[in-house]
């Protein structure tokens, strides 16, 4: 990276921020800046996920790391991240206005962020097809508490917020179902857990 805006991506696996390392030790930057078509705006994340473009701006020359979050853990040479009111420069028009969008080549479910949360948390999944696609949270019991998706989707890299505020500290299940609407014969099914701690 280089003074001043640098445009970065991911690698084949989901990278939390939290883990990118640098090179020189602690390189400053802002916030990481993806573009969220959608609603037209940028929005931060914590997390680079692979076959997306993210803007960050730093004071300095430096290399940012990389790795798959099992194979690092803290270390003294982790970025540090200092907002700023600046903002990345302006997306690239066409002249049809429409924006390329990488499409995923499988389908996948990702670890919600931050976990344990307190009360909000992030969950994140990708859809390779236009799918009908239903995302649930179930207690310990098999009930539902909540349905945060039950809906036709376009294909693409997909991100929800939960606000778990009226739940209490538990652990948590949460299942996509995803099936294609072109072809009912490609179907996907994940669970994962997520803790709430209050």
């Known amino acids: ?8 991506g991911g690698i084949s696996e989901p990278v939390p ?5 640098s090179e020189p030790p602690n390189l400053i930057v802002s916030y990481f800046f993806e573009y969220n078509t959608d609603e037209s705006r940028y929005k931060t994340t914590d997390t ?12 300095q020359v430096g ?6 979050a099992g194979s690092q853990k803290l270390s003294k040479a982790n970025i540090i991240i200092k907002p700023d009111s600046d903002l990345p420069p302006p997306p ?11 499409i995923p080549k499988d389908f996948a479910l990702y670890q919600n962020y931050p976990n344990p949360f307190n009360p909000t948390t992030t969950i994140k999944y990708q859809l390779p097809l236009e799918s009908r696609v239903t995302l649930k949270v179930y207690n310990l019991l098999g009930q539902v508490v909540v ?4 809906e036709v989707q376009s294909a693409g890299y997909k991100s929800l917020e939960w606000n778990a505020n009226s739940l209490s500290s538990c652990l948590y299940i949460y299942r ?5 609407v072109a072809n009912p014969d490609r179907s996907f ?6 803790v709430l701690i209050r």
């Open 92 to 102: 690239p028009q066409s002249d049809d206005k429409k924006q390329e969008i990488a």
């Open 189 to 194: 099914s994940q669970v994962m857990k997520l």
């Open 63 to 68: 290399k940012l790391i990389l790795k798959a």
């Open 176 to 180: 996509l179902d995803a099936v294609s």
């Open 17 to 21: 921020i939290a883990l990118i390392t």
């Open 48 to 59: 680079v996920f692979p076959g997306i473009g993210y803007w960050i701006k730093t004071n």
């Open 1 to 8: 990276v280089s003074p001043g805006w640098n445009m970065i």
């Open 147 to 150: 349905i945060l998706a039950d």
